[in-house]
């Protein structure tokens, strides 16, 4: 009965690696995000997609792709790795419009080596 | 730009006692605030929330406050368990459906 899941918890990789980490949510909301937290437990929001549209891009590196094939779905693919992309990232959901819960994944841990 | 930042980055309470947890913020013009629980290993789980057209809000065993005036939100956990420690994160609507969240305290419960 997993709400918001995403594949892989962990990775590891080389720079320079192409990678992506996949999320799916069984919630039927129609706004999915990708949130990347930090060393210092700093969550900051990267992307928000509402029915496959995307809504928000918070200068991130254009190595930073996300796809979003159907409204339960909102994969992260990312090129050419460096060593700052270390981090946690966390898939979320929520109804749309303001004031709407937001749902996390359980997050993905990604080290770049 | 406008931020939501805490002022306490560690709170070491024994169990049993009440814990708070603060947490201030910039923007005036927020409407809405959530306040997150992180287990180590684990994802923000929602606790509780609140809008701005109220100053109190309960659940089980944990309680938000919100002083519009001072702008400052705060997290009141009854009757601690171990089970409550965790990262707590404050977080604010800031347009649309995004959140932005505070810099997280770490509450520590000893038996």
């Known amino acids: 009965d997993t709400a918001v899941s995403q594949t892989p918890k962990y990775l590891v990789t080389q720079m320079g690696n192409d990678k992506s980490i996949k999320c799916e949510q069984n919630?039927?909301?129609?706004?999915m995000y990708w949130y990347k937290q930090d060393s210092k437990k700093f969550l900051k929001i990267m992307f928000s997609?509402?029915?496959?549209?995307?809504?928000i891009n918070e200068t991130v590196p254009n190595r930073f792709s996300p796809k979003s094939p159907d409204k339960a779905h909102l994969n992260l693919h990312i090129n050419s790795l460096e060593l700052g992309d270390s981090a946690v990232y966390f898939c979320?959901?929520?109804?749309?419009?303001?004031?709407?819960?937001?749902?996390f994944g359980e997050g993905s841990w990604l080290t770049v080596v | 730009g406008e931020s939501v930042g805490l002022h306490l980055p560690t709170l070491s309470v024994q169990e049993g006692d009440n814990s708070i947890i603060n947490c201030a913020y910039s923007?005036?013009?927020?409407?809405?605030f959530i306040w997150y629980k992180q287990e180590s290993g684990k994802g923000p789980q929602f606790i509780i929330d609140?809008?701005?057209?109220?100053d109190k809000r309960q659940g089980q065993r944990v309680t938000v406050l919100l002083n519009k005036t001072v702008k400052h939100l705060s997290l009141q956990i009854a009757a601690t368990q171990p089970g409550d420690s965790a990262v707590y994160f404050c977080?604010?609507?800031?347009?649309?459906?995004?959140?932005?969240f505070g810099k997280g305290t770490m509450l520590l419960v000893s038996p």
């Open positions: 979320a959901s929520s109804r749309t419009g303001p004031g709407n819960t937001i749902y």
């Open positions: 919630l039927g909301h129609d706004t």
């Open positions: 997609y509402n029915n496959k549209e995307l809504i």
């Open positions: 923007n005036s013009a927020s409407d809405y």
């Open positions: 609140i809008r701005s057209n109220m």
């Open positions: 977080a604010e609507n800031s347009g649309y459906s995004t959140l932005t």
